[in-house]
């Protein structure tokens, strides 16, 4: 056990009481008494310069170490950009650097910044792009001259233009894996709209959209001196800094200026909002209504407020629901406060699982606690006790201030705000947080956002009002198109676009190849004995396996591997892998999205749809695959997207390819097709080659199969 040390006041007040003379007042008021006031705070200002050409420079000399750091902020961000190529300003800020410039490539770069130890970085948000620059001060001039090139004349590299776009298809295929991910990016579209460029994500289709010209242009719109607000922080003499700086950019011209977005904001109704995620045992909730901005009067007060309910290790939420309940991992959360647009309100928990409902109640209960009891003056000071104590450490360095100034700068702020904050807190009293509760609390209705396993609740969301539930399915095209609308035939959903007369004959064409329609609709379920050789970075592995596949989603696949047998097992209800000595683990979401789009994108399946009008069907021009002529198919329905080569002579398909999620993530998939034998009256391929991102994957041949075996619905259960 660690005993602290009594501070001197403590001691003090101890020795006084004893003699009777603090009889009347508690201990706590004394140590009030005796605490001194915190010191004037008064941050040494940057130099604020503007150069005739609009651009603005902070300059902050730091003299401790021989470092220069700098930052450009570049007006405009991905609110700026539209929704169809969301993901783009990522691209771009990564793009920007890795691909280099005009006269050295991204890898040149590097290799001349690593020599050096210094960096030239690149970044975008929602409201800018940046590029940063840190080297030793011997370095500063070449650190600083590849800055301004890479600023100035970016080459954006087509090759690093697809890996930027293939890391992000990664983010992309991997977004459901983590419960407090789903949450978060669920929770922004709740309090914004799922439509606002303060909550979208990018989609495959809004990635594949950027192109490098897009980069260009977007870099062409912004990168103008009357756009950018530079600061440098280090070891330099200002004079001399301005000197550099005036030669660099003072005969830049002026170029148009960004206009910020206009922003509609639409928040969800009140209710109970709930993603379903069945490889989890807790639970994440996030009570979500709209803030503030920070320039309202009310942003001191709010912030006691916040501290008060939810801020810290002293909470009420994290000393109710955390430690006298054992109800939440974590808790707490408050009113958001944004510099231009309002913040979110956002309370946040996670719980186990079977306490969900319960967590949910102990939420509610604290609210209207907050509402009846705002905070007594003793507990009013300790909250902005703790802001005025952490607030020397968020700015505890001449780097933190210029870097906050510069905000001040961006978004219009007054110059002194710092200052400002800290008397608004001082300043904020009972009264003061009693009013601001009232106003942004009092009789507010929240969206609660609940991400768990449902059927290990402690009660049914629905006894807290109408649930809504939220897919999170990860499309591979647009909403509204045949393969994001999948087979629903609900009212309102999304229909598929009609096929064209030349789709339908060629799928009519594939199923008689196939064996005819009786024959096909037939099959409920194959199971296959196959020898499979996959290619790997350390040579060819050959894999023995046996799989059964029940349409349209149930797939078990034992592998016998070196290291024993591996059982993969994928339905609606359970996805995992077993392997020996280490049990059965539950597969990423992601991962058993993927499996079932593949299993209900095999060609046997496709085929007995193809009347289905949930599927769309059409043809597009010719490709030739080894000596044949293939007729293009497009595929669209049940959730995945195709496209086939057919045979134009025999209807068979002869290559299949489409966008899926590997162990690696995202990739490129073509099958290719063949050695067609009759199986139980149906002709089916016996051999596959497939390609990953146009590389050699895997060579399957089968060695036995059987139409419509008996099936054990045990195999497709958890052991």
């Known amino acids: 056990m660690i005993r602290k040390t009594p501070s001197f006041a403590a001691l003090a007040v101890l020795l006084l009481c004893s003699t009777g003379l603090f009889a009347q007042d508690p201990q706590e008021k004394q140590l009030e008494k005796l605490k001194p006031a915190l010191p004037q705070f008064k941050p040494q200002e940057p130099t604020r310069i503007q150069f005739p050409n609009g651009m603005v420079v902070f300059l902050q000399e730091d003299h401790e170490l021989p470092l220069i750091d700098g930052t450009a902020r570049i007006r405009g961000g991905s609110r700026e950009i539209p929704g169809t190529k969301a993901g783009m300003i990522s691209i771009y800020s990564e793009v920007w650097r890795t691909g280099g410039t005009t006269t050295k490539t991204g890898d040149q770069l590097d290799d001349m910044l690593e020599a050096r130890a210094a960096k030239v970085e690149t970044g975008g948000g929602v409201d800018s792009t940046s590029i940063s620059l840190s080297s030793l001060k011997g370095d500063f001039d070449t650190v600083f001259e590849a800055f301004v090139d890479v600023l100035r004349n970016p080459a954006f590299r087509e090759d690093k233009l697809e890996l930027a776009k293939q890391q992000i298809d990664t983010g992309i295929s991997r977004r459901n894996d983590e419960i407090d991910d789903i949450a978060g990016r669920e929770a922004a579209k709740l309090g914004y709209g799922a439509d606002s460029p303060y909550a979208r994500v990018p989609e495959y289709w809004t990635v594949n959209a950027v192109t490098r010209q897009d980069l260009v242009d977007w870099h062409k719109r912004t990168v103008h001196p009357n756009n950018i ?13 301005e000197a550099k700086l005036r030669k660099a950019f003072g005969d830049w011209p002026k170029g148009p200026a960004v206009e910020s977005a206009k922003v509609e904001i639409k928040e969800a109704k009140p209710g109970i909002y709930f993603v379903e995620k069945e490889d989890v045992n807790q639970s994440t909730i996030k009570f979500v209504s709209l803030g503030i901005r920070r320039d309202n009067p009310d942003y001191y007060a709010t912030r006691v407020m916040n501290e008060l309910f939810g801020g810290g290790f002293s909470s009420r939420l994290f000393s109710n629901i955390r430690t006298k309940q054992g109800l939440a991992y974590s808790v707490g959360g408050g009113l958001g406060a944004s510099y231009d647009h309002p913040g979110l309100f956002s309370l946040s928990m996670g719980t186990k699982s079977g306490t969900t409902a319960q ?84 009789g507010r209705q929240f969206a609660i956002l609940v991400v768990g396993k449902s059927t290990d609740f402690d009660r049914a969301l629905k006894t807290f009002g109408e649930v809504h539930p939220i897919d999170i399915t990860i499309h591979e095209e647009p909403p509204g198109t045949p393969a994001a609308a999948g087979a629903s035939t609900a009212p309102g959903s999304p229909q598929p676009q009609a096929s064209n007369a030349e789709g339908k004959a060629l799928i009519s064409k ?53 290291m024993g047998e591996m059982n993969l097992v994928v339905s609606p ?40 009008p949930a599927y769309s069907f059409t043809a597009a021009g ?14 669209s329905g049940d959730g995945a997207s195709t496209r086939w080569l057919v045979d134009d002579k025999t209807g068979q398909v002869v290559r299949a390819s489409y966008k899926a999620t590997s162990a690696q993530g995202p990739t490129d998939r073509e099958i290719d097709y063949s050695d067609y034998r009759n199986a139980d009256g149906l002709m089916l391929p016996f051999k596959r080659v497939t390609k990953e991102n146009g590389q050699l994957a895997a060579s399957t041949e089968v060695k036995e199969l059987k139409i419509n075996p008996a099936v054990d619905p045990k195999i497709f259960a958890k052991p």
């Open 229 to 241: 607000i530079l600061g440098l922080v280090g070891d330099f003499d200002s004079k001399v800094m």
């Open 359 to 442: 967590a949910i109640d102990a939420l509610n209960k604290e609210i209207v606690g907050l509402v009846k009891d705002p905070g007594s003056p003793e507990e009013v000071q300790k909250a902005k006790d703790s802001i005025l104590n952490s607030f020397i450490f968020e700015f505890d360095s001449k780097e933190k201030i210029l870097s906050e100034r510069m905000a001040y700068e961006f978004y219009g702020y007054p110059a002194d705000f710092l200052e400002r904050f800290r008397a608004g807190i001082e300043k904020t009293t009972p009264a003061d947080v009693a009013r601001v509760v009232k106003k942004y609390v009092d």
């Open 510 to 562: 594939v199923v008689t190849a196939f064996g005819g329609k009786a024959k096909v609709d037939a099959v409920k379920a194959i199971s296959q004995k196959t020898s499979q050789v996959r290619n790997s970075p350390q040579g060819e592995l050959t894999l023995e396996s046996e799989s059964i596949a029940v349409f349209p989603d149930q797939l078990q696949s034992v592998m016998h591997t070196p």
């Open 573 to 612: 209800n359970t996805a995992f892998m077993a392997v020996p000595g280490q049990g059965a683990n539950d597969l990423p979401s992601a991962m058993k999205d993927g499996v079932l789009k593949d299993l209900r994108r095999e060609p046997l399946f496709v085929a007995q749809h193809a009347d289905d």
């Open 622 to 635: 010719t490709e030739k695959v080894g000596d044949k002529i293939a007729v293009i198919l497009n595929i």
